[in-house]
């Protein structure tokens, strides 16, 4: 190793005085409107599944999130910045992704409160392939895919189901996913707000009947499949609310402050999150251990585990899959809006 190392250090001295930095090709810039039309759900399915496979095996270099914190003041704020990125094994290109979430008097200039963009890199030469300026929409695609995911390998073929507590962009993007892998479904959706339009515009767009519920009890006692995608600011369920063999996938969950499921129901499930290091410090299992009902023992498997071959749902057993979304997907996606815009 260190041979081989002096080898490159020898290499690199015989040729600084040549380097020529302006032979790196500047990034392609692929904007919204153009991404929004060429990516969808079912383009990430595959790749995020291998993916997770992937990480499993110790194949994907996954750095822990970064936060920033905008505070507010009279010049800024308040928001917040996340940055993740990933590096599958033996793929051609890796991902760095920069979110910003909560800044929420955009509001007050017509602007969402959230955007971000990717940066794929090659990752033989180390340059700047390409930006997306994705403002969120790769996240969620990716999100969904996960969601997908869990679905196929925790929940029966047929006879599902499937609520939906928020019906924001991530919850269109999980029905998306749903239907994916479990297309034959029966869908109920509850949320503060939007409800009945999130349930006109998948039934239109998917072919599949949606119910609203008057509540999130409602719902949770007539659906076999739960996914929760809201802040986090509270929790959206109870244990006695749930059915024998229910799945709960929640992804609302990426902060040390935020919590959708209650840790009793954590306790009295099987556990599956997507990366135990990360649901432990910022995910549902974080309040589960800080309130001193679990630790990371209590934990079933990781996500990945499923894919490579371990069982998922063995009977009516309760069912939590804790998505808080890795740098894994991140470049598994996009890997994939590479792969499919670079040639447009």
């Given at each position: 190793m260190?041979?081989?190392?002096?080898?490159?250090t020898?290499?690199a001295?015989?040729?600084?005085?040549r380097r020529?930095f302006?032979?790196f090709?500047?990034?392609?810039?692929?904007?919204?409107e153009?991404?929004?039309k060429?990516?969808?759900?079912?383009?990430?399915?595959e790749?995020?599944?291998?993916?997770?496979?992937?990480l499993?095996?110790?194949k994907?270099?996954?750095?822990?999130p970064?936060?920033?914190?905008?505070d507010?003041?009279?010049?800024?704020g308040?928001?917040?910045?996340?940055?993740k990125?990933?590096?599958v094994?033996?793929?051609?290109t890796?991902t760095?992704k920069?979110?910003?979430?909560?800044?929420?008097?955009?509001?007050?200039?017509g602007?969402p409160p959230?955007?971000g963009?990717?940066?794929?890199?090659?990752?033989?030469?180390?340059?700047p392939?390409?930006?997306f300026q994705?403002?969120?929409?790769?996240?969620?695609?990716r999100?969904?895919a996960a969601?997908a995911v869990s679905?196929k390998y925790?929940?029966?073929?047929?006879g599902?189901?499937v609520?939906?507590i928020?019906?924001g962009?991530?919850?269109?993007?999980?029905?998306?996913?749903?239907a994916?892998?479990?297309p034959?479904f029966?869908?109920?959706?509850?949320?503060?707000?939007?409800?009945e339009?999130f349930?006109?515009e998948?039934?239109s767009e998917?072919g599949?009947n949606?119910n609203?519920a008057?509540?999130?009890?409602?719902?949770?006692?007539?659906s076999?499949?739960?996914f929760?995608q809201?802040p986090?600011s509270?929790?959206v369920?109870?244990?006695?609310?749930l059915q024998?063999?229910t799945?709960?996938?929640a992804s609302?969950?990426?902060q040390p402050t935020?919590?959708?499921?209650?840790?009793a129901?954590?306790?009295a499930?099987k556990?599956i999150?997507?990366?135990?290091?990360?649901?432990?410090?910022v995910g549902?299992?974080?309040?589960?251990?800080?309130?001193g009902v679990?630790?990371e023992?209590?934990?079933y498997?990781?996500?990945?585990e499923?894919?490579?071959g371990?069982v998922?749902?063995?009977g009516?057993?309760?069912?939590?899959?804790d998505l808080t979304g890795?740098g894994?997907?991140?470049?598994?996606?996009g890997?994939v809006?590479w792969?499919?815009l670079?040639?447009?």
């Amino acid at each position: 190793m260190l041979a081989k190392l002096s080898k490159f250090t020898r290499l690199a001295a015989t040729t600084s005085s040549r380097r020529n930095f302006s032979g790196f090709a500047p990034p392609r810039l692929f904007d919204y409107e153009t991404i929004t039309k060429n990516l969808a759900v079912s383009d990430a399915i595959e790749s995020v599944e291998a993916a997770f496979g992937a990480l499993a095996n110790g194949k994907v270099d996954v750095p822990m999130p970064m936060h920033i914190g905008i505070d507010e003041t009279e010049s800024a704020g308040p928001g917040d910045c996340h940055i993740k990125g990933g590096y599958v094994s033996g793929t051609k290109t890796f991902t760095v992704k920069l979110a910003c979430v909560s800044f929420y008097k955009n509001l007050e200039k017509g602007l969402p409160p959230g955007c971000g963009v990717f940066v794929v890199v090659d990752a033989v030469t180390g340059a700047p392939l390409a930006i997306f300026q994705e403002n969120r929409f790769m996240t969620d695609l990716r999100t969904g895919a996960a969601g997908a995911v869990s679905m196929k390998y925790t929940t029966p073929e047929e006879g599902n189901t499937v609520g939906f507590i928020g019906c924001g962009a991530i919850a269109r993007n999980m029905a998306r996913a749903a239907a994916s892998v479990r297309p034959n479904f029966q869908g109920v959706v509850y949320g503060l707000d939007g409800a009945e339009e999130f349930a006109a515009e998948m039934s239109s767009e998917l072919g599949v009947n949606f119910n609203v519920a008057g509540s999130s009890e409602e719902l949770c006692k007539s659906s076999n499949v739960i996914f929760t995608q809201t802040p986090g600011s509270a929790t959206v369920l109870e244990l006695d609310w749930l059915q024998p063999g229910t799945t709960i996938i929640a992804s609302g969950s990426d902060q040390p402050t935020k919590q959708e499921i209650p840790s009793a129901v954590l306790k009295a499930s099987k556990y599956i999150p997507d990366l135990v290091k990360q649901t432990s410090k910022v995910g549902e299992l974080r309040a589960a251990m800080k309130e001193g009902v679990m630790t990371e023992k209590d934990v079933y498997c990781e996500l990945g585990e499923l894919v490579n071959g371990k069982v998922g749902r063995e009977g009516d057993e309760l069912i939590v899959v804790d998505l808080t979304g890795t740098g894994a997907q991140d470049a598994a996606i996009g890997q994939v809006a590479w792969d499919k815009l670079s040639v447009l």
